[in-house]
C-alpha cells in the first residue's frame, strides 16, 4: 500500500488540517494520489511524495553480519550469500536462509546477540563445565568453573563443538552479570 504527502516549496508538509476531506490516512493508493493532487493543485509549488514505510531490519548472527559486509564490497554478494548458506551445515533445514539473508543485504540488518548457556555436568550435584582452551573444556563447581565468566557461557555452536550437546544448559542473561 502506497502513502502520499504534500511537500511545499520550502520543504514542509501539508497536514490537511482544516479539510474534512482529508483527514482520512492518504492510503489506497488512487484515492491518496487523487487526493494529494487536489492538495497540490490547492496549494500551489508544492510536490507530491510517495511515503514507503521502512522495513524492520532483519535479525543475523554475528557469521552473518560479517559476510553481509563482505558482499556490500563484492561483484555478485547473491553468489556469496548463497555460497554462505550452502557451507554451513546449520542451514540444512531452514528452506529460507537465502531469502532472509537477501531482504538482511537489501533492507538492513541487526545483529542478534547469540544466546549464552553455563553447561551442567551430568550425573554431578553443581558442577559446571568451563573452556580451557579453542580445543578443550573442563569441569569444576560451580564456584570453580566461574559461572559468572565467560570461559564457562558456551553459545550453541560451542556447545556442539565440545560435545556437550546432551548436558542440561541453563541460559545466561546480561543480568546474571
Known amino acids: 500500500m502506497s502513502w502520499f504527502a504534500v511537500r511545499d516549496e520550502d520543504g514542509k508538509y501539508w497536514d490537511f488540517e482544516g479539510m474534512d476531506d482529508y483527514r482520512k490516512p492518504l492510503s489506497a493508493t488512487d484515492r ?15 510536490e ?74 551430568p550425573y554431578a550435584y553443581d558442577s559446571y563445565f568451563y573452556k580451557v582452551d579453542d580445543d578443550r573444556c573442563d569441569a569444576a563447581s560451580s564456584l570453580g568453573a566461574g559461572l559468572s565468566h565467560n570461559r564457562s557461557r558456551f553459545t550453541e555452536s560451542e556447545i556442539e563443538h565440545y560435545g556437550l550437546q546432551d548436558c542440561e544448559k541453563e541460559e545466561v542473561t546480561d543480568d546474571d552479570d
Not at 32 to 46: D, I, L, P, Q, Y
Not at 57 to 65: F, R
Request: proline content about 2%.
Open 48 to 121: 507530491i511524495i510517495e511515503v514507503v514505510e521502512k522495513t524492520a531490519p532483519i535479525a543475523v548472527s554475528e557469521a552473518e553480519a560479517d559476510m553481509l559486509e563482505q558482499a556490500k564490497c563484492d561483484d555478485d554478494p547473491a553468489e556469496l550469500i548463497v555460497g554462505f548458506v550452502n557451507s554451513r551445515d546449520n542451514y540444512d533445514d531452514d528452506s529460507k536462509a537465502e531469502d532472509r539473508l537477501m531482504r538482511a543485504y537489501v533492507n538492513g540488518y541487526t545483529v542478534a546477540k547469540e544466546k549464552k548457556y553455563n553447561v551442567k555436568v
Open 32 to 46: 491518496g494520489r487523487k487526493w494529494a493532487e487536489e492538495a497540490k493543485a490547492n496549494t500551489g509549488g508544492s
